[in-house]
């Protein structure tokens, strides 16, 4: 079973506020995927990275995959309220996605 | 909306019961996913059905049991429940068997609670 790793668990900051969360296995993966679920709600893609070293920007989020594919980290800069939730990365595991065990972030006003 | 309509929203039951839970995958898509999502546990992958076949499974409790039905919409049902089974349940759909390049689309879930 390939497991997914992800640091901190809890993030707490104020709004404005730079962060990083990461995503960490010692498997290799084919490609990675970062899912944001907020209260209530069930996880929303919000992208998929491929390629070792790859980097991709959505808005305020950057993502990057490792070069060596077994990690993956998502930065947000001048964090907001909106961007409150649970932050989960997701690795194709045979047929089926593997999730890690979330980021949950809070953005103070 | 994700397109994945999950019911019932919440479920209260007692110890020793089933249930059954329901999902309509987003119109298009052939396969559905079932996930379960407890507060130590994480979301973890239980089984996956392709065009009303079982195509994988996960850490899914014999108790458990789901099928996939000709219009594509599945069911999960929960039997001889226990405290522990108490969580939020997950449906996903995705078009492709694997449903890789494309993301799996989450219905908003269905909260269960075992007293």
């Known amino acids: 079973t390939q497991l997914l790793e992800q640091s901190p668990q809890f993030l707490s900051i104020q709004e404005g506020e730079n962060l990083t969360v990461y995503c960490n296995s010692s498997s290799v993966f084919s490609s990675l995927q970062w899912y944001r679920q907020e209260p209530g709600e069930g996880p929303v893609l919000l992208v998929t990275v491929v390629t070792g070293g790859e980097v991709k920007k959505l808005k305020r989020l950057t993502f990057q995959f490792g070069d060596a594919r077994k990690d993956s980290s998502l930065h947000i800069t001048a964090a907001q309220p909106g961007d409150t939730g649970l932050y989960l990365c997701?690795?194709?595991?045979?047929?089926?996605?593997?999730f890690g065990g979330g980021t949950r972030l809070m953005v103070k006003p | 909306d994700s397109g994945v309509t999950q019911t019932p929203k919440h479920l209260i039951t007692a110890t020793g019961q089933r249930v059954t839970l329901r999902c309509s995958p987003r119109s298009g898509d052939l396969s559905v996913y079932w996930y379960q999502q407890s507060l130590d546990q994480g979301l973890q992958f239980l089984i996956q059905?392709?065009?009303?076949?079982?195509?994988a499974k996960g850490n899914i409790l014999e108790r458990f049991s789901a099928q996939q039905f000709p219009d594509l919409h599945s069911e999960l049902n929960l039997s001889s429940l226990e405290l522990g089974d108490s969580a939020l349940y997950f449906c996903?759909?995705?078009?492709?068997?694997?449903?890789?390049?494309?993301?799996?689309?989450f219905g908003s879930g269905t909260r269960l609670t075992v007293v």
């Open positions: 997701a690795g194709r595991g045979g047929n089926m996605l593997t």
């Open positions: 996903a759909s995705s078009v492709a068997p694997t449903g890789w390049s494309y993301g799996y689309t």
């Open positions: 059905y392709y065009n009303g076949e079982e195509r």
